[in-house]
């Protein structure tokens, strides 16, 4: 139904065409509905055989989940992990958390991709992911949400930058900072847009950009700040935050997996480093 004509199909099933329509025919034939339009250029579903392709892909992922249970080593000395995340992670989150998994399991592969929410939703579902790094939206079907944290935007930059020797900086004296900001594709940043706009702040936004690790390096070189989760200031000791008053209005991260999905013992390892990592994060946060 993907190749849209027999011949297609059969070519990327590597079968001669007519061999491939008798199968489909004794398929129907033994369902007793019809399966494909025929009458059209191109060969769809019917509604019979839409609902039947979604059991047959469904039946699929969980074979595929059996074939990674009967290979998983529980010892960990081998396996993979597929983790998804939104892109604001990359800042502070993901390098570090793979730094620590690395060095404590250092056999297991790991897949990290950056994706929207709904791309990680949808990753999940289809089992292209194990697990995935997310802000709280709403409850899906099928996607279980384990709170990891919650995230406080607060204004970074350098150490040796002047706005870093008060407690809290007051928004309205943003307006006098040149900044570096993530563009507005980001949900990062229309949130920071929201709250500007909510107190009549104008900010002084010279640069702005879609890549973080280009948005952290130009504060750390330059006298640019910025507004981004106070976490990534934890690992890098030439960066500073201050709280900004009023506050920005704080995000709740999570750990997405699939309902009832299959768990292997390189998951189960990672979440327990995740668990511990996050826990270091919280106490920081508090100090």
């Given at each position: 139904?993907?190749?849209?004509?027999?011949?297609?199909a059969?070519?990327?099933?590597?079968?001669?065409?007519?061999?491939?329509?008798?199968?489909?025919?004794?398929?129907?034939?033994?369902?007793?509905?019809?399966?494909?339009?025929r009458?059209?250029?191109?060969?769809?579903?019917?509604?019979?055989?839409?609902?039947?392709?979604?059991?047959?892909?469904?039946?699929?992922?969980?074979?595929?989940?059996?074939?990674?249970?009967?290979?998983?080593?529980?010892?960990?000395?081998?396996?993979?992990?597929?983790?998804?995340?939104?892109?604001?992670?990359?800042?502070?989150?993901?390098?570090?958390?793979?730094?620590?998994?690395?060095?404590?399991?250092?056999?297991?592969?790991?897949?990290?991709?950056?994706?929207?929410?709904?791309?990680?939703?949808?990753?999940?579902?289809?089992?292209?992911?194990?697990?995935?790094?997310?802000?709280?939206?709403?409850?899906?079907?099928?996607?279980?949400?384990?709170?990891?944290?919650?995230?406080?935007?607060?204004?970074?930059?350098?150490?040796?930058?002047?706005?870093?020797?008060?407690?809290?900086?007051?928004?309205?004296?943003?307006?006098?900072?040149?900044?570096?900001?993530?563009?507005?594709?980001?949900?990062?940043?229309?949130?920071?847009?929201?709250?500007?706009?909510?107190?009549?702040?104008?900010?002084?936004?010279?640069?702005?950009?879609?890549?973080?690790?280009?948005?952290?390096?130009?504060?750390?070189?330059?006298?640019?700040?910025?507004?981004?989760?106070?976490?990534?200031?934890?690992?890098?000791?030439?960066?500073?935050?201050?709280p900004?008053?009023?506050?920005?209005?704080?995000?709740?991260?999570?750990l997405?997996?699939?309902?009832?999905?299959?768990?292997?013992?390189?998951?189960?390892?990672?979440?327990?480093?995740l668990?511990?990592?996050?826990?270091?994060?919280?106490?920081?946060?508090?100090?």
């Amino acid at each position: 139904m993907e190749h849209g004509s027999f011949t297609r199909a059969a070519q990327a099933l590597h079968v001669s065409q007519p061999a491939l329509s008798q199968q489909i025919r004794q398929l129907e034939q033994e369902l007793g509905v019809q399966l494909l339009d025929r009458t059209g250029k191109a060969v769809r579903a019917t509604d019979a055989g839409a609902t039947y392709l979604s059991h047959v892909h469904r039946a699929f992922r969980e074979i595929d989940a059996a074939r990674r249970a009967a290979r998983d080593v529980n010892d960990l000395s081998s396996g993979m992990l597929r983790l998804g995340f939104t892109p604001s992670f990359s800042g502070y989150l993901i390098a570090p958390l793979a730094r620590r998994f690395r060095e404590k399991y250092p056999r297991i592969f790991l897949e990290l991709t950056a994706l929207s929410q709904d791309e990680i939703e949808t990753n999940l579902a289809d089992d292209k992911l194990d697990c995935a790094i997310a802000f709280w939206a709403s409850s899906v079907t099928g996607i279980a949400a384990q709170p990891l944290h919650t995230e406080r935007l607060s204004l970074v930059g350098r150490y040796d930058h002047a706005a870093m020797t008060h407690e809290s900086i007051d928004v309205a004296g943003i307006e006098k900072e040149e900044m570096v900001l993530l563009n507005r594709t980001f949900a990062t940043r229309q949130t920071i847009d929201k709250h500007f706009k909510r107190h009549g702040i104008k900010p002084n936004i010279v640069i702005e950009t879609s890549s973080m690790t280009t948005l952290i390096e130009l504060v750390r070189s330059s006298s640019l700040v910025t507004i981004l989760p106070d976490a990534v200031a934890f690992e890098r000791d030439d960066l500073r935050f201050r709280p900004l008053l009023p506050a920005i209005d704080e995000r709740r991260v999570v750990l997405l997996q699939r309902e009832g999905g299959y768990r292997s013992a390189a998951a189960r390892a990672f979440i327990a480093t995740l668990e511990l990592f996050v826990e270091e994060l919280n106490a920081a946060s508090l100090t």
